[in-house]
C-alpha cells in the first residue's frame, strides 16, 4: 500500500519569505505521479504543482518549486515569496499510473503573517 | 462558471436518514471520483468510476453507495446516516488523455455533511 506523510502539521512564514514543506512517500512502484494541492479557507481543492517520477528535472509553476528526491521518496514543496493568499492547508499526494487512485497526506496548514 | 458542481454544499441531517449528494461535470471527462475529508486524516477515496459501466470500491466504501447517472453525473448515497460519516465530501474527475500522462484530479467545491 501506498503512504503519505506530511510530517508537519502548522507551518508559518513571514510575507515575501520562503518556506518549505515536507512530504514523504513509501512505495515499491518505479513509476507514479506526485502533487501537491492547495485548499483555502474556501475549501476548494487547488492543484498547486505536479511531478512525474520519471523526470529527473524538479517541477516549477511561478512560486512555487518542488525538490523532488525519488531515492528518498521526498517530495518537498517551496514556496518563495510567501504572499498572504498562500494561507492555506497544503496536501501531497501519491497517485500509481494504474488504477488512478489517489493517496493524500494528512496536510500541512501553513500561515502567512504579514 | 465551475466546471466541477457539488451540490447541496451544506447539509445537515439525522442519524437513520437516507442522503444523497450530487456531483456534475462540463470537463467531458470519463472518470469521477468522491473523497471525504477529515480533520487530521486528509481526503480518503469512498467510490471511483472510469465511466458509467465501471464504478469501484475505494479505501472507506462501507456505508456508502453510488450511482453514475451519466458520464457528467455521478451521485453518493448514505443509506443509513450515522454521525461518524459527519465530513467533508468531495467529488472530483479526471482524464487520461494518454498512457503515460499526468493525470490531475479537478475537485468540486465539497459538500460539508452534519448527521446528528
Known amino acids: 500500500a501506498q503512504t503519505v506523510t506530511q510530517s508537519q502539521p502548522e507551518m508559518s512564514v513571514q510575507e515575501a519569505e520562503t518556506v518549505t514543506l515536507s512530504c514523504t512517500y513509501d512505495?515499491?512502484?518505479?513509476?507514479?505521479?506526485l502533487f501537491w494541492y492547495k485548499q483555502p479557507p474556501s475549501r476548494q481543492m487547488i492543484l498547486v504543482i505536479r511531478?512525474?517520477?520519471?523526470?529527473?528535472q524538479n517541477a516549477t509553476e511561478n512560486r512555487f518549486s518542488v525538490n523532488f528526491q525519488k531515492a528518498a521518496k521526498s517530495f518537498s514543496l517551496k514556496i518563495s515569496d510567501s504572499q498572504l493568499g498562500d494561507t492555506a492547508m497544503y496536501f501531497c499526494?501519491?497517485?500509481?499510473?494504474?488504477?488512478?487512485?489517489?493517496?493524500f497526506g494528512t496536510g500541512t496548514s501553513l500561515t502567512v503573517i504579514p | 462558471d465551475a466546471d466541477v458542481t457539488q451540490t447541496p454544499r451544506n447539509r445537515i441531517t439525522k442519524t437513520g436518514k437516507r442522503i444523497m449528494l450530487e456531483c456534475s461535470q462540463t470537463k467531458g471527462h470519463d472518470r469521477m471520483y468522491w473523497y471525504r475529508q477529515d480533520p487530521g486524516l486528509g481526503l480518503r477515496l469512498i467510490y471511483y468510476s472510469f465511466d458509467v459501466k465501471d464504478i469501484n470500491k475505494g479505501e472507506i466504501s462501507d456505508g456508502y453507495s453510488v450511482s453514475r447517472q451519466a458520464q457528467a453525473k455521478f451521485s453518493l448515497s448514505l443509506e443509513s446516516a450515522i454521525p461518524n460519516q459527519t465530513a467533508l465530501y468531495f467529488c472530483?474527475?479526471?482524464?487520461?488523455?494518454?498512457?503515460?500522462?499526468?493525470?490531475?484530479?479537478?475537485f468540486g467545491p465539497g459538500t460539508r455533511l452534519t448527521v446528528l
Open positions: 511531478q512525474e517520477a520519471y523526470k529527473q
Open positions: 472530483a474527475t479526471s482524464d487520461p488523455s494518454r498512457q503515460g500522462a499526468t493525470d490531475t484530479q479537478y
Open positions: 512505495t515499491s512502484e518505479s513509476n507514479y505521479y
Open positions: 499526494a501519491f497517485m500509481k499510473p494504474t488504477g488512478n487512485q489517489f493517496y
